[in-house]
């Protein structure tokens, strides 16, 4: 059964083996070549059947056809007639340049490099994957300027050697000093190649080189960020801005840039102040803040222009070390004793004469010993030789004083401000200091006798005093019931005073009352007089003519009446009338007649006689009273 199947299926044993062999027998009969997407074929030509068979001198890399390294590679696909025989090809990986670096390129055939040049010039090539173009071109060989960055190339090793290298990156707060390594040499004197245009911040060697830019330290930085340069091209250095910390300006000295003109007067004569960007010391000094200084072609000075202060003792020394070589001053005074004194200078320096402060010293610590320390030690060595120890110790406040007029006067000449000078400690002579020691104690002792006798003196005048004192309260008593009596006997005589002179003043105010009520009195009854006289008139006037009116009423009346009655029968009315008013009975009650009974009896008469003067009476009384 199974000779059955292997005769049967003997078809299967021709068909992998001709598989399995396929490559190989295409390679060898038909010259197949198959690159695969991520490889290139490097070709090199064993021999060739005709044409120039010899490479050019000095060629390595075949560009024509010539036996040798080819310059094309092939590309991922399918080719024929590559006989094996003929060709051997090498399959050779991409060239992947990672983001973070950059791919420099050295060829190994090509032209002569230029003379003078490190670098070769760039020509069309695509991007070096064109080996037949770079060689046709007059691609130089060597180290190329132009340079691959990050991305995939298909690079015929056989011609280019690629290198990796870190891309370029400046970070926060440095710079980055370039030194160029190709280029046109600095001219003499110089130490820096000058600002170049085109070239963006040296990435592109060719544009540098072209626009005259100079080989070796260059006067413009990078600032931070990331740059593709050529390290071939380009050395970078990083280093820190130039931090300007307020309270401070920073004075440049250029040793670059073209030679200006001095702006700093005919009366300074000690350097160049020009303006900023030439060389020397510029006339405007960096404000506080951070600058991107090439500190190999600019010096910058770091001035304070606040105060600051100088101490010249041993045991003391500001942050800002200036002072760190100062000590105590040791002097000599004219009596020939020898002391030690400390003293502090203050000192400030303008903004606007920093820059002449640094052309004339270079620099702060210069200004410090050369002018500072000298000035101030010999001043105060020479106004102690004037003066004895005791006189220098006694009037140290005037010495202060004169020392910092003096002192601020030489210090305005260098363009300084002397704000203050200070003495601090001053140490006098020990044997002197010994004596004067003892003197002051000897002083003190007899101060002290002297005080122990005036308190012996005030203890025996106390003594006195206090025996004094505690007859006090007898004398205080007697002295006080004695000013209590006056003072009782003074009340009561001022009392009796004042009774007395009361009663006086009662007296005259009771008589000046009476004098002033009688004669409200009298006027009163003068003014009641007169009111009641003319009332009294005014009513009598008004009574008279009301009599007269009723006068007449009546007298009319008794007209008409005596006319309508008769005068002798009115008449016997009115007697009856008047009769009637007084009381008397018309009939008397004793009838007086005479005898024979007749109306016209003696005693009848007289009755009659009587009663009518009293009537008449009445009447005139009646009369006279409404005339008043």
């Known amino acids: 059964m199974s000779e059955n199947l292997l005769i049967q299926f003997w078809w299967v044993f021709p ?26 074929g490097l070709v090199v030509k064993k021999f060739t059947l005709y044409g120039d068979t010899r490479l050019p001198d000095g060629r390595i890399i075949a560009t024509k056809g010539e036996a040798g390294m080819q310059a094309a590679p092939l590309a991922p696909g399918l080719y024929w007639r590559m006989w094996p025989w003929q060709y051997a090809i ?45 060689l046709e071109n007059n691609g130089q060989k060597g180290p190329q300027a132009a340079f691959l960055t990050p991305g ?54 060719m544009a540098f080189i072209k626009a005259g830019g100079k080989k070796g330290l260059q ?49 300074f004569t000690h350097g160049n102040i020009v303006a900023k960007n030439e060389k020397g010391v510029w006339d405007e000094p960096l404000d506080p803040g951070k600058h991107p200084i090439n500190i190999y072609t600019h010096a910058v000075e770091i001035v304070p222009t606040t105060n600051i202060v100088l101490n010249w003792a041993n045991s003391r020394t500001e942050s800002h070390e200036l002072d760190k070589n100062l000590c105590t001053i040791s002097v000599r005074s004219s009596d020939g004793f020898t002391f030690n004194l400390d003293v502090s200078q203050i000192i400030h320096i303008p903004r606007n004469e920093a820059p002449k402060v640094i052309a004339r010293f270079g620099n702060m610590k210069n200004l410090v010993s050369q002018v500072l320390e000298p ?27 004169d020392a ?96 007395a002179e009361s009663r006086i003043i009662n007296a005259k105010a009771d008589a000046e009352n009476k004098t002033i009520t009688a004669k409200a009195d009298a006027e009163a009854k003068t003014i009641n007089a007169k009111a009641d006289a003319a009332a009294t008139e005014v009513n009598g ?35 009856a009338e008047a009769l009637a008013s007084n009381g008397i009975k018309l009939v008397p009650e004793i009838l007086v007649s005479g005898k024979d009974g007749g109306n016209g009896g003696m005693i009848d ?22 005339q008043s």
């Not at 009319?556 to 309508?564: D, I, L, M, R, S």
């Open 15 to 40: 068909l992998v083996a001709a598989v399995l062999l396929y490559k190989f027998v295409l390679r060898v009969f038909f010259g197949m070549i198959i690159v695969p997407d991520d490889r290139i």
């Open 90 to 134: 090498t399959m050779e990986q991409f060239t992947i340049i990672p983001q973070d670096k950059l791919g420099l390129v050295k060829a190994k055939d090509g032209a002569p490099m230029d003379t003078g040049r490190v670098l070769g010039k760039p020509v069309d090539c695509d991007k070096f994957q064109d080996g037949r173009g770079f």
């Open 152 to 205: 995939s190339y298909r690079i015929n090793t056989f011609l280019f050697e690629i290198v990796m290298v870190p891309i370029t990156r400046i970070q926060e707060n440095k710079v980055g000093i370039v030194t160029t390594l190709d280029g046109e040499p600095l001219d003499k004197g110089e130490i820096a190649g000058g600002s170049v245009e085109g070239h963006r911040n040296y990435q592109d060697p």
């Open 219 to 267: 006067e413009d930085v990078i600032l931070a960020g990331t740059y593709y340069l050529n390290p071939w091209f380009a050395i970078v250095e990083q280093v820190d801005m130039i931090h300007i910390h307020i309270g401070y300006v920073g004075v440049v000295n250029s040793f670059v840039g073209p030679e200006g003109l001095d702006t700093s007067g005919v009366g």
């Open 375 to 401: 000035t101030i030690a010999n001043y105060f060595r020479n106004s102690a030789q004037k003066s004895g120890v005791i006189e220098f110790l006694t009037n140290r406040s005037q010495r202060q004083e």
């Open 404 to 499: 910092r007029q003096q002192i601020s006067k030489v210090l305005a000449a260098y363009n300084v401000e002397g704000v203050d000078t200070l003495i601090g400690d001053i140490v006098p002579p020990e044997a002197l200091m010994k004596t004067l020691t003892d003197r002051k104690i000897a002083e003190q002792e007899r101060v002290t006798y002297e005080i122990q006798k005036s308190a012996q003196i005030e203890r025996k005048e106390f003594e006195s005093a206090k025996a004094g004192a505690d007859m006090q309260p007898e004398v205080v008593k007697s002295t006080r019931q004695v000013e209590i009596n006056t003072q009782l006997a003074a009340s009561k005589v001022a009392a009796a005073k004042g009774d």
């Open 541 to 575: 006037n008004a009574d008279a003519g009301k009599i007269k009116a009723i006068g007449l009423a009546e007298a009319e009346v008794t007209k008409q009446k005596t006319e309508a009655m008769g005068t002798e029968q009115y008449a016997i009315v009115r007697v």
């Open 605 to 626: 008469a007289l009755i009659g006689n009587e009663m009518l003067k009293k009537l008449q009476r009445e009447s005139e009384a009646k009369l006279d009273a409404n």
